[in-house]
């Protein structure tokens, strides 16, 4: 068990659905990240925040937004997914300059 | 901008022998970190080892050591007596001074009995 928890596990959705991916971390870390891992590609950073602000969006699309109402709370809205999105969807959080604890992730199917 | 390299393909090793996964990096900044980050079918991304840009040893963690050649920019990792767990993904990452966790493609492991 890992000090950042991820829900769902997993999650199935239609290019029409709207839904959210949960993140939650009681470690005392001040930032929180999402990254998406694909097949076999390398683990993409989509967002930062930073002390519950968002300092970097790497050029998501906007069918991705972000929410970040505490420093241990983080969330990956969804809307009008493409099938190109399914993928692993993983949570981390830091204390800034250390290491990243990550969750177990959110494997994400867009139908 | 950073840049980590694993160019090995999967990798089939023999249960209790040893295995090393190479990885380098390409960067600009004079302090940045080293990770090793295991990650199981399960897709948990697990901590395994760190290497400091300016420490002087290499780092080691119960079977985990990192084999750190900083003027060739390589972080190998190396595993000791291979188990039936470690079956995995490696992933090298890097953490430069803008803090920017940045991953390699990952080198697949299976230890086979």
């Known amino acids: 068990e890992t000090g950042v928890t991820q829900t769902p596990r997993h999650l199935v959705m239609g290019m029409t659905n709207k839904k959210s991916l949960k993140c939650e971390q009681h470690?005392?870390?001040?930032?929180m990240y999402w990254y998406k891992q694909s097949a076999k590609k390398p683990l993409e950073l989509m967002f930062v925040?930073?002390?519950?602000?968002?300092?970097e969006n790497n050029s998501v699309p906007s069918r991705f937004s972000p929410e970040c109402p505490n420093s241990s709370h983080l969330f990956l809205h969804l809307h009008t997914l493409q099938p190109e999105d399914s993928a692993l969807y993983l949570c981390?959080?830091?204390?800034?300059?250390?290491?990243?604890?990550f969750g177990s992730g959110t494997r994400l199917t867009v139908v | 901008a950073q840049k980590i390299t694993q160019t090995q393909p999967g990798m089939f090793v023999q249960e209790k022998e040893a295995v090393t996964l190479d990885c380098t990096y390409d960067?600009?900044?004079?302090?940045?970190?080293l990770f090793w980050y295991k990650q199981p079918s399960s897709g948990e991304m697990i901590f395994l080892i760190y290497q400091g840009s300016y420490d002087e040893q290499n780092a080691t963690e119960g079977r985990y050591s990192l084999n750190f050649q900083k003027a060739r920019k390589s972080a190998n990792l190396v595993i000791s007596a291979s188990q039936l767990g470690d079956s995995a993904m490696y992933f090298c990452?890097?953490?430069?001074?803008?803090?920017?966790?940045?991953f390699g493609k990952g080198n697949q492991v299976v230890v086979i009995p």
């Open positions: 981390a959080s830091s204390q800034q300059g250390g290491g990243y604890t």
């Open positions: 925040y930073n002390f519950k602000e968002q300092t």
């Open positions: 990452a890097m953490n430069p001074e803008s803090n920017r966790l940045a």
């Open positions: 470690l005392g870390h001040n930032a």
């Open positions: 960067t600009s900044d004079q302090s940045y970190g």
